[in-house]
């Protein structure tokens, strides 16, 4: 199979998507850096999870390419992508637990399909997986009996359960309180340092998120990348864009406001 030279463990080269009339993704071009928190921001519609769904191959690019780990993606059969993703972890909006699973059976569930370990080791490995995210003796309960915050770390620690290099984490503060917002910043944060060598993305428009824990930012903008660069480098842009995405405002060159 096709390698790249180059360590970054994602890197989309021209992507290209339209649905029907909308032109979504208009050549994008990121190279996600390895063992670091990236967001990847924008308004509204812009396409942040249009390129998720690339990362993990549920939409295949029109034009361009999608190099994870060094494979070339792209051309890909569906067992090789198979094979990618369980390299990948991913946290959906709402933690997508399975309603009628328990806290054990719900994490458990990518270990029991794709691994041969042992009860008894699994039993030990959910219990690591949930003092990870900060929870402890609560695999009986079923998410109906869980807050939102301990949805979202249960759908962490199942998204971390065969151990992945990359972790996914869409929209994970949208429609949050600040509270629960600063909470779910923190376990990405932890998440980040416990787990060694993990990268991780991030995608957002919670500019308070950003500004917290972002490591590496990647702004898109009509369907490309407008301005990527770390958050000091962000906060400094004099770039007029880039300002009112920082602002939230009104006034500036976005017609409609950020979020
Ligand atoms: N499967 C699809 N079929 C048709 N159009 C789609 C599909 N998926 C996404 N789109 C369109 O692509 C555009 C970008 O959507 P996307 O969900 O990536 O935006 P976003 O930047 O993640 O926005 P938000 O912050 O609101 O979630 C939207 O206009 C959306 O309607």
């Known amino acids: ?17 339209t649905f029907g009339k909308n032109k979504v993704l208009r050549g994008l071009n990121i190279k996600i850096p390895e063992k670091r928190i990236s967001y990847i921001i924008g308004r509204s519609g812009e396409g942040k999870s249009v390129t998720l769904k690339h990362i993990i191959g549920i939409l295949k690019p029109d034009e361009g390419e999608v190099w994870i780990d060094g494979v070339a993606m792209h051309s890909a059969d569906e067992r090789a992508w198979e094979n990618i993703r369980q390299q990948i972890g991913t946290l959906f909006q709402d933690g997508a637990l399975f309603d009628s699973l328990n806290v054990f059976e719900n994490i458990s569930f990518p270990i029991q399909n794709h691994t041969k370990m042992p009860l008894e080791k699994i039993k030990n490995e ?3 997986l949930l003092e990870i995210v900060g929870l402890a003796n609560i695999e009986e309960k079923f998410p109906s009996e869980l807050s939102i915050g ?10 971390l359960a065969l151990k992945p290099k ?3 984490y869409d929209e994970p ?6 509270l629960i917002a600063d909470l779910i910043d923190n376990l990405i944060q932890n998440t980040q340092q416990k787990i060694e060598g993990i990268t991780s ?3 957002s428009h919670d500019i308070t998120s950003v500004m917290n824990i972002a490591e590496y930012i990647f702004f898109l903008h009509e369907g490309k990348v407008y301005f990527e660069g770390t958050p000091e480098e962000f906060q400094t842009s004099q770039d007029a864009l880039v300002k009112q995405f920082l602002s ?6 976005l017609a409609v406001p950020i979020a």
């Not at 301990?150 to 998204?159: D, F, T, W």
């Not at 939230?248 to 060159?253: F, I, Q, T, V």
């Open 166 to 168: 990359l972790l996914l």
């Open 248 to 253: 939230g405002g009104r006034n500036g060159p």
């Open 173 to 178: 503060t949208t429609s949050m309180d600040p």
């Open 126 to 128: 959910v219990k690591n």
């Open 1 to 17: 199979m096709e390698k790249v030279k180059d360590k970054s463990i994602v890197t989309l080269i021209n992507l290209k998507k």
């Open 201 to 203: 993305v991030v995608i």
């Open 150 to 159: 301990e949805r979202k770390r249960v759908g962490l620690a199942r998204a």
